[in-house]
């Protein structure tokens, strides 16, 4: 079982930035593989930003050379730097650990994080 604690939302003026945080609980957070996802009003839940537990990295287009997804094994955290703001980036942020056992692959998800950017 994995516990995920989001924090860093907010409002911020197009252009501006933000650095959401991501806390997860347990001792095998190094293995797993972590995610930012965004979920804006009337739309479907979408992968922003990926980091594997080996350190590769993988961006949603709309997102590609703005955000910055970082994960400390030491602290169990992860982190998702966002520069040059738009207001299409105003969403629910929910921080995401899966992990494959065999065939399954299990999700665990935080609570979200508003981040609400005005024009």
């Known amino acids: 079982q994995v516990q995920l604690v989001e924090s860093g939302g907010g409002l911020v003026q197009a252009g501006g930035s933000l650095r959401l945080s991501c806390a997860a609980s347990?001792?095998?957070?190094?293995?797993?593989?972590m995610g930012w996802y965004r979920q804006a009003p009337g739309k479907e839940r979408e992968l922003v930003a990926a980091i594997t537990s080996g350190g590769s990295t993988n961006y949603a287009d709309s997102v590609k050379g703005r955000f910055t997804i970082s994960r400390d094994n030491a602290k169990n955290t992860v982190t998702l730097q966002m520069n040059s703001l738009e207001p299409e980036d105003t969403a629910v942020y929910y921080c995401?650990?899966?992990?494959?056992?065999?065939?399954?692959?299990?999700?665990?998800w935080g609570q979200g994080t508003q981040v609400t950017v005005s024009s």
């Open positions: 347990g001792r095998t957070f190094s293995t797993y593989a």
């Open positions: 995401n650990a899966n992990r494959v056992f065999g065939s399954v692959r299990r999700d665990y």
